[in-house]
């Protein structure tokens, strides 16, 4: 039964708690309050509160009428995350957390981020829930995103630069878990994705199934039935591992489309289920780019969100089992679903979801059209024009 | 010549018969590779004839999470000059019997992974290296090596933390190699001014549940700290200041630090 994989931690060989011992007492804390939490009903009827009041819950499920005619294929459905409080499915995982850390007794948060926006969704929720917020980010992500790096500091967050190794959101999940190791005492680490130790993997893939859940409901009410197939982009995995979850046990084909960069043949991609292999980094084993010696590699694609070299020890796990199919898109694939939506349909995509609109495309051309395909829309591409109109220009 | 064995008792003859001296223990921790391969084996001579009762090799890795800024500086600085973990272990097979101290290698996971845990510990006892520091390889994973390092005859130090339950505490004391190794600050290495005060109780608890030396690590940067550390512990881990010291050519500190274990 694919549903009991993750309860104790391990995902077939995958997973695990490879931390410092002084992080030890902190997870199985968290461990314990998240198990207590989902059980508390309390607890429930606030995060759904939240959701539905604060983050805008349900979010649709759009038929893309207008992309479907262009296409020739599948009906194509959007699960619309991008229109979720600040733009991206990021802040399902963040409330639940957020709520998680004042359960705990704990007033500060402390969180790594990219491209921006688990650190805004971070930020923006501590600001909410009134506590304390240091979110840790690679020094040359900070000059990609000045932006965001303003938002969160709007917010109320300290945002640490990191300058570390690549200076990218690898060595600012390193610094963040440094910081967590110092100050564990009364600090609570958001974890941003389907990554870390156990049970980060687990919780924050439950807090993102909302995405599946409603899909699969709003799915049934229009169609009458399951879809044929899912598709969502894959950087840690968060979006998609939330979308996918509550279709594992059904006959729904699963893709999950990881960023291909410059080409998975070159050195500058993401694409870790495509061509790395098992390793452990960050708490859990998981598959890795990396070298023969068991360094890390460092990932490259336009997207910031996908730029990481591991991916979720559940996916991993899922690919090796074949449940999901995994597949790689490239940047310059991913600029041009970029456009078709936003010209199609009237929606900028983030360049995240961008590459699960390109490979999507692609596989609904090879279904029929009464059957019909689903896209996570992980979040907005406003964050992206600016990047975008330099690609193209350039 | 003797030939010596080396491996887990090794370890602890050496260390039994330190203690049974009245002296403490002192662990030098080094980055391989910083100032390039070649420096390896003269640093480790150059700490094993200045006293250091064991030393502790650290294996650069891109991660390390563990690491305070002096250790990840180094490993940064070995990697760039191109040292592999391969190397390392081929040097020391060279060069083991020029040194009496034991070895302990201090690695994160993933290399050890990649090399292969089979592999990894038949050419790690063949390099005559005595135990193995894993800080990302807590109680509940040890069963990921444990077949492999015992076949091999290899001590598995195991780190205590200031957090660590006391149920905890109890398992990994127990389980512990060579000697128990109890983290004296929350947070990753690194020289730092103060210590919490009831550390005396925590290591009371520490020696009660342990059959091995306890020995205190990570902030130790002062012969005023090795001399406050020695008075509750077995004695002691240096890193951070041993690689800023062995920068900056001061042999003097290096052997006031060592020379402050006995001098209670």
């Keep these: ?394 | 010549m003797e030939t010596i064995t080396h491996g887990k008792q090794y370890m602890q003859a050496v260390f039994n018969q330190t203690l049974e001296q009245n002296e403490k223990i002192f662990v030098p921790y080094i980055m391989a590779g910083d100032g390039g391969i070649e420096s390896l084996m003269p640093t480790l001579q150059q700490l094993d004839q200045a006293g250091a009762t064991a030393i502790e090799i650290g294996i650069p890795f891109s991660d390390p999470v563990a690491d305070g800024p002096t250790i990840q500086e180094a490993g940064k600085r070995a990697r760039e000059t191109g040292v592999t973990l391969h190397q390392i272990l081929d040097k020391l097979a060279e060069e083991r019997h020029s040194i009496k101290a034991p070895i302990i290698v201090m690695t994160y996971l993933n290399p050890i992974f990649q090399f292969g845990v089979d592999r990894f510990m038949e050419v790690a006892q063949s390099a005559g290296i005595d135990g193995l520091i894993i800080p990302d390889l807590p109680l509940e994973h040890e069963s990921f090596i444990r077949e492999a390092k015992e076949q091999h005859g290899l001590a598995l130090i195991q780190l205590v933390s200031l957090t660590s339950s006391k149920e905890r505490i109890k398992q990994i004391a127990e389980a512990s190699e060579g000697f128990l190794y109890a983290v004296t600050v929350n947070g990753i290495t690194g020289a730092r001014q103060t210590f919490t005060e009831d550390l005396a109780t925590h290591f009371e608890l520490l020696q009660t549940y342990s059959d091995v030396p306890v020995l205190a690590g990570f902030g130790i940067s002062t012969p005023d700290h090795v001399q406050s550390m020695t008075k509750v512990a077995d004695g002691v881990v240096v890193g951070s200041q041993i690689i800023q010291s062995l920068q900056a050519h001061d042999t003097n500190h290096i052997h006031a630090l060592i020379n402050a274990k006995d001098n209670q």
């Excluded at chain 1, 995060?47 to 979010?59: A, D, F, I, T």
């Excluded at chain 1, 399902?92 to 805004?120: D, P, S």
């Excluded at chain 1, 979040?379 to 992206?384: I, S, V």
């Design chain 1, 1 to 394: 039964m694919e549903q009991s994989q993750g309860s104790n931690g391990m995902y077939g060989p995958y997973g695990g708690r490879f931390i410092p011992e002084t992080l030890m007492g902190a997870v199985q804390e968290l461990e314990e309050s998240y198990e207590e939490a989902i059980q508390d009903e309390a607890f429930q009827e606030r995060l759904q509160q939240l959701l539905k009041q604060y983050v805008g819950r349900e979010n649709p499920l759009y038929y893309a009428a207008n992309l479907t005619e262009e296409i020739g294929g599948a009906k194509i459905y959007l699960k619309r995350e991008d229109l979720n409080h600040t733009g991206a499915h990021k802040i399902n995982n963040t409330i639940g957390q957020a709520l998680l850390t004042e359960r705990m007794g704990k007033r500060k948060v402390v969180a790594e981020t990219g491209a921006g926006q688990h650190g805004v969704a971070t930020a923006t929720v501590c600001a909410l829930l009134n506590l304390d917020c240091v979110i840790f980010m690679g020094a040359e992500d900070m000059k990609r995103q000045k932006l965001n790096v303003f938002r969160m500091e709007l917010l109320g967050a300290k945002v640490e630069a990191v300058e570390q190794g690549s200076a990218t959101l690898k060595d600012a999940v390193n610094e963040a878990l440094r910081y967590w190791v110092s100050n564990v005492d009364d600090t609570h680490y958001i974890m941003g994705s389907v990554l870390g130790p156990h049970p980060f993997p687990k919780m924050v893939r439950d807090f993102q199934s909302v995405i599946g859940r409603e899909t699969k409901q709003q799915h049934l009410d229009v169609e009458g039935q399951l879809p044929d197939a899912v598709v969502a982009c894959v950087g840690g995995g968060s979006n998609a591992m939330g979308m996918f979850y509550p279709f594992i046990d059904d006959h729904v084909a699963l893709y999950g489309i990881e960023a291909a960069g410059e080409g998975v043949e070159t050195d500058h991609h993401a694409a870790t289920l495509t061509k790395g292999s098992p390793g452990i980094l960050h708490g859990a084993m998981m598959y890795l780019l990396q070298d023969d010696a068991g360094q890390i590699q460092e990932a490259s694609s336009i997207s910031a969100g996908l730029d990481y070299p591991g991916v979720g020890p559940e996916h991993s796990y899922l690919k090796d089992t074949d449940r999901v199919q995994y597949l790689a898109v490239t940047d310059d694939d991913a600029l041009e679903a970029f456009q078709l939506l936003s010209r199609t349909e009237g929606i900028i995509p983030a360049l995240e979801s961008s590459h699960a609109v390109a490979e999507a495309v692609k596989i609904a051309k090879t279904m029929s059209p009464d059957e019909s395909l689903v896209i996570c829309l992980s979040g907005r591409g406003d964050k992206d024009v600016e990047a975008v109109q330099e690609h193209l220009q350039g």
